[in-house]
C-alpha cells in the first residue's frame, strides 16, 4: 500500500508538470507580446537591480563561510547566539548577512554550512524560518524612496521585518533536537579558500536568481490581460514576485500588507532557493509555514509601529521607470564591493608569498 501511495503521488506531480508545461507554451503562443514585455522588464530588474545589489553579497558571503576568516569574531558572539537561537557560533554570520544581503544570502549560507558539516540538519531547517529577509536596499530605497517618496515608511517596514525575523529565531530554539554542536576556533584549521572560488558560486548563484524573476516577471505580464481588478492583480502579483508585485500594488493595499508580502517573499524567491532547500532537505510546508509566520508577525508589527508614527502616504512616486535608480544609492553594496575588493588584493598577495 505504501509503495503505490507513493507511485500514485509522482504519477500526479508528474501529470501537474505536464499540465504546467502546456499552459506555458501556451501562453508564449497566444501572448507573445506580453511574454516579451515581461521578459524585457525582468531583464531590466535583473540588470539594474538585482546583480548590482545582491552579487556582491553572494561572493562575500560564501567567502566567509569557506575561509572561515571570521571565526574569532563569530566565537565571540557564540553565548548569544547559542542562549538565543539554540544554534552554534558559525550560524551568528548568517543571521548578520540575511538581515542585509537580501533573500537568497540566509539559504545559500545554510546549504553551505551544511554541505561543509557545520550545522545539522534540524539546525538549517531552523535558519531557514528566519534567515531569509529583504534586504534594506530594497526595502527603504526601491519601496521606501523610489515607490512611497518616504524613507521613514522603509525603515518603519525593514524595522518590522528584522524584528519579526528576530522573535521567529528566538521561538524556533525550542525545536531544536539536542545539544548546539561546539565549532572551536582553531588557527591550525583555518582554511583560506581561493576567492575566485567564491566569485564563480557568487555568479552561479545570481544567474538562477535572474532566469527565476525573468520567467516569473512574464507569467506576471500575462495576469494583467485576464485580471481588471487592481486590487486582486496587486496581490496576486505580489505573492507570485515581490519586487513587480510591490510596484503594481503601491498605492492599492494597506501599508502592512507590504509588509506581509516581503516577509513572504512570494514564490519567485521560494523558486530561487528551492536547490538550497533540496541540499539541506528542509521540507517546504515548514519552510512556507515559516514565511506566512514572518509575514503576518511582520505586518502586525508595521501596523502597531504606524499606531504610533503615522505616515502620510497620499503622494506615490510614479511606479513606471523608477526601477532602474532603486540601488542606485545603495550603502550596504557599496561597503561589500570596497571590502570584496581589499579581499582579493590580500588572496592574491597571500599566493604570491606561498609561491
Known sequence: MGCLKMITIKLKKEYLACLMVIFCIIL??????????GITGGLQICFYTIIPSLFPF???SSYIVKSEIFSPIFKFFSPITKFLFKQPSCTTSVILLSMIGGFPIGLKMIDELYQKDKITK?????????????????????????????VKLGIIIYISLCLSSLVIGVFSRFFSDGLVKNQDYNKK?????????????????????????????????????????????????????????????????????????IGMGGFCVHCQVSGYMKNCKIRYTHFLLGRISHGVLSATITHIILIFFPIDTNVFANAQGIIPATFSVSLPTFAMLIIMCIIMILDIDRKKKLC
Open 28 to 37: 508564449i503562443f497566444k501572448f507573445p507580446d506580453s511574454i516579451k514585455t
Open 58 to 60: 553572494m561572493v562575500i
Open 122 to 150: 534540524n539546525e538549517a531547517e531552523r535558519l531557514s524560518l528566519f534567515c531569509m529577509n529583504a534586504g534594506p536596499s530594497f526595502v527603504i530605497t526601491a519601496l521606501g524612496v523610489n515607490m512611497f517618496k518616504s
Open 189 to 261: 584549521t583555518l582554511v583560506y579558500s581561493s576567492f575566485s572560488a567564491s566569485v564563480s558560486d557568487g555568479l552561479q548563484g545570481i544567474l538562477n536568481i535572474c532566469a527565476w524573476i525573468v520567467l516569473f516577471s512574464a507569467l506576471n505580464e500575462c495576469l494583467e490581460i485576464y485580471i481588471n481588478h487592481k486590487q486582486i492583480l496587486a496581490i496576486l502579483s505580489s505573492i507570485i514576485e515581490i519586487s513587480n508585485g510591490c510596484i503594481t500594488s503601491v498605492g492599492k493595499i494597506p501599508l502592512p500588507l507590504f509588509s506581509f508580502f
